[in-house]
């Protein structure tokens, strides 16, 4: 009887750039932890700050290697001039006013909102690293949290496959308006990841055109 090879396919590549350390660190641990679909090969791009995220968004657009790029960043606080910046100049590249809709990952005001809700409920209001200090310390021990990398290395330690689970759930209890404090439309994201049928990565790149 004839071996039968397991039938090759290419993966599904998308590419997420990432505001920084936060974003990219938590990216790259959800990806260790394999909680997505295995057809999806997901490529994080720290960018290093939220000024330098338009630039890198059309370079990786336009390098044909992936099927689709996205971005993940926070708000902020109000009036959220950088966020806005960065929508409106991804609505300009495509010339579709709801293009940053459909490939922006954000948390309001900041990413802490969603990687801590693999441990609570509560609700962060407030970007400032020493107001969600006791928070995390909290959660994870890191004590006097100022997003230094090798602080996010130990927060990440907590961050598991079974509570993936709860903040997908929690998550998904957020406001999904980005001009509502503690809202996310993460979840969603992580719905599509999670997809066997790939088809949503077309339906959003339909949308951009």
């Known amino acids: 009887m004839q071996n039968k090879l397991p039938k090759l396919f290419d993966k599904h590549k998308i590419c997420v750039i990432c505001e920084g350390n936060e974003e990219y660190q938590y990216l790259e641990r959800l990806k260790a932890l394999k909680v997505w679909d295995a057809q999806y090969e997901i490529v994080s791009e720290n960018a290093g700050g939220n000024g330098n995220i338009p630039a890198r968004y059309q370079d990786s657009y336009q390098n044909s290697s992936y099927e689709l790029v996205l971005v ?3 708000t902020e606080k109000k009036p959220y001039e950088q966020y806005e910046d960065i929508k409106r100049k991804i609505n300009e590249f495509h010339g579709v006013d709801t293009a ?11 990413t802490m909102q969603i990687i801590t809700k693999h441990w609570t409920e509560t609700l962060i209001k407030s970007p400032a690293k020493p107001v969600n200090a006791p928070l995390i ?6 004590k006097n949290y100022k997003g230094r990398a090798d602080q996010i290395e130990v ?6 496959v079974e509570n993936y689970a709860d903040m997908c759930e929690r998550v998904n209890g957020l406001e999904t ?23 949503w990565i077309d339906e959003i790149n339909c949308m951009l055109e």
Do not use: H, K
């Open 137 to 142: 310390e909290e959660f994870t021990g890191v």
């Open 155 to 160: 927060v990440m330690e907590y961050v598991t």
């Open 177 to 199: 308006r980005d001009t509502v404090v503690g809202s996310s439309n993460f979840g969603r994201f992580m719905e599509l990841f999670g997809r066997d049928d790939a088809g």
């Open 100 to 110: 940053a809709d459909q490939v922006i990952m954000f948390g309001n005001p900041c």
């Open 72 to 74: 993940f960043c926070d």
